[in-house]
Every structure is written in structure tokens, then in C-alpha cells.
């Protein structure tokens, strides 16, 4: 198998006294989607984090390709732009409209020509079904335009991987599907992704792989199918049966409306 693009060696992370990474090996290979699950607080965010270098390692190493990863490095702000990150909440600039939020950093970083970035720009508007938006301030945008945008604007940097943080978990339920399935559209082009989510639907239909975190650790690293039919831990056998219940719980409530 070729190199991967991304790879975590032995990476553990401490709050103080919390381990919240211990000892995580994880490699992700050029097109793979990676969707990692867990219990709130299992270290999902931070593990994005530390990936991204916004949170020292106090052991392992992470590695871009052969770079390694180091908060330390001069070359961090250019490994960088090679992750795309998008999180929970959608942080355009507010006096910028939406077409200047996303030419922003190609053009002031990648010092790339204005022109050029916004024929792109719009074009992935277009994709993720926002044209006629580019003139748009974030607050004549919903939720999941805000967070359409969000991703255009880390798909217009050319990241090599692109790191997603519950990027539905803070939307209507309307506007969910909007954005997951722009996130499978991507899938389906071949990006490279890593996705936290609790949309189990969705983790299923997207994931190459399921990696399963708790008390720091990888306890599943294994095909969706095998992780939701037979997982063989009984912590992610617990945590699954929690999703179980709010499918029948929402059942129930349809019925009784
Ligand atoms: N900046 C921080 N300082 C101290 N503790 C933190 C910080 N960020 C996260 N933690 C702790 O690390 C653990 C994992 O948090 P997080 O990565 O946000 O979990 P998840 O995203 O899986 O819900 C939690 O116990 C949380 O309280
Ligand atoms: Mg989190």
C-alpha cells in the first residue's frame, strides 16, 4: 500500500493530569474518509487539533506526507494550508461578504491571483448549490449556507486532507442533509477526509473506516459494516445502543403527534 497521507505515530496528549490521546496510531492513505465516533469528551476535537498543530503533542509524532507535524516548526503555517478545517460553528467574517470571506487567505497567503480564486470560488458555490449567495453577508445566511460556505471556503486553499469537527451538530435538522450531502458529494470525488460526527446514517453510507474512541484510546479501527453489525468491543456495543434508543424514541413520538 502506498505511504499514507497522514499518519499519527504513538500520539499522546495530556490536559494536566487528563490523558485524553494515549498512545493513538492512526494512518489515513489518499482518498480514504475516516469517521471517527465516540462519547462526548473522548478526545474527537482535540485528536482534529492536534492533527492541525492548534494543540501541542507531549508524545508521538504526526506526519503530513513526510513532514512531521511540530508546533515548534517555521514550516507549520505552510503545512497548514494543506488541512482544511471545518468546525461546529461557522466563523465568516462579518463585514466580508461571502465571495471575499473564501478569496481571503488563497489570495493574502497562497498569494494566488484574485481572479483566478474567485472563478473558483464561484464555481464550488455553484457545486454546493450556493450561487447567487457570493455577494451574501454570514447574516443573511442560515445555518447551512453559513457551513456550505465554511467548506468552500477550506476546499478553495487545495488542502491535501480535509478535517470536518460536527459540522452539522449546531444546524436545524433541515439543514442537515444539505451539508452531509455535500460532504458525500466530496467523498465521492475522492477527497481525503476525516469526519467527526454523530450522524450514524451518514457515518455509515460515507466512512472507508470507522475509528471508535474512548478513555484515549482506539478501540475500533474497522469497516462501517463490521463496526455497526459487529463491533467487538462492548463499550462501542453500548455507545451504538444509545442511537438505538433515539431512533425509537423519535418513532415513538411520530406515532403519539
Ligand atoms: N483546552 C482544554 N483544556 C483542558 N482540557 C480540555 C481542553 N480541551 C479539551 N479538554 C478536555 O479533553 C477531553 C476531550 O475533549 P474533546 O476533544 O473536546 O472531546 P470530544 O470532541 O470527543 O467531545 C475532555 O475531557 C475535555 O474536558
Ligand atoms: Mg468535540
Known amino acids: 500500500m502506498a505511504e499514507p497521507i497522514l499518519a499519527l505515530k504513538n500520539v499522546t496528549k495530556h490536559f494536566g493530569e487528563n490523558t485524553v490521546l494515549d498512545d493513538i496510531d492512526l494512518s489515513v492513505h489518499q482518498g480514504e474518509v475516516i469517521v471517527i465516533v465516540g462519547p462526548s469528551g473522548c478526545g474527537k476535537s482535540t485528536l482534529l487539533r492536534c492533527v492541525n498543530a492548534l494543540e501541542p503533542i507531549q508524545g508521538g509524532e504526526i506526519y503530513l506526507n513526510d513532514e512531521k507535524i511540530d508546533i515548534k516548526s517555521k514550516k507549520l503555517a505552510n503545512l497548514r494550508q494543506k488541512i482544511g478545517m471545518v468546525f461546529q460553528s461557522y466563523e465568516l467574517f462579518p463585514h466580508l461578504t461571502v465571495l471575499e470571506n473564501i478569496v481571503l487567505a488563497p489570495t493574502k497567503v497562497q498569494k494566488r491571483k484574485k481572479e483566478e480564486v474567485q472563478q473558483e470560488a464561484l464555481a464550488l458555490l455553484g457545486r454546493v448549490g450556493l450561487l447567487g449567495k457570493e455577494g451574501s453577508?454570514?447574516?443573511?445566511?442560515?445555518?447551512?449556507?453559513?457551513?456550505?460556505?465554511a467548506i468552500v471556503r477550506a476546499l478553495c486553499m487545495h488542502p491535501e486532507i480535509l478535517l470536518f469537527?460536527?459540522?452539522?451538530?449546531?444546524?436545524?435538522?433541515?439543514?442537515?442533509?444539505?451539508?452531509?450531502?455535500?460532504?458525500?458529494?466530496?467523498?465521492?470525488?475522492?477527497?481525503?477526509?476525516?469526519?467527526?460526527?454523530?450522524?450514524?446514517?451518514?457515518?455509515?453510507?460515507?466512512?472507508?473506516?470507522?475509528?471508535?474512541?474512548?478513555?484515549?484510546?482506539?478501540?475500533?479501527?474497522?469497516?462501517?459494516?463490521?463496526?455497526?453489525?459487529?463491533?467487538?468491543?462492548?463499550?462501542?456495543?453500548?455507545?451504538?445502543?444509545?442511537?438505538?434508543?433515539?431512533?425509537?424514541?423519535?418513532?415513538?413520538?411520530?406515532?403519539?403527534?
Open 165 to 257: 469537527d460536527e459540522v452539522t451538530a449546531a444546524l436545524d435538522p433541515e439543514m442537515v442533509r444539505e451539508v452531509l450531502d455535500v460532504m458525500l458529494n466530496l467523498a465521492a470525488q475522492g477527497r481525503t477526509m476525516i469526519i467527526v460526527t454523530h450522524e450514524m446514517q451518514f457515518a455509515k453510507a460515507v466512512a472507508d473506516r470507522i475509528i471508535f474512541l474512548d478513555g484515549g484510546k482506539v478501540l475500533e479501527d474497522t469497516k462501517p459494516e463490521v463496526f455497526f453489525e459487529a463491533p467487538k468491543t462492548e463499550r462501542a456495543r453500548q455507545f451504538l445502543s444509545m442511537f438505538e434508543f433515539n431512533v425509537v424514541k423519535s418513532q415513538v413520538e411520530k406515532v403519539s403527534s
Open 137 to 149: 453577508y454570514a447574516r443573511q445566511l442560515s445555518g447551512g449556507q453559513k457551513q456550505r460556505v
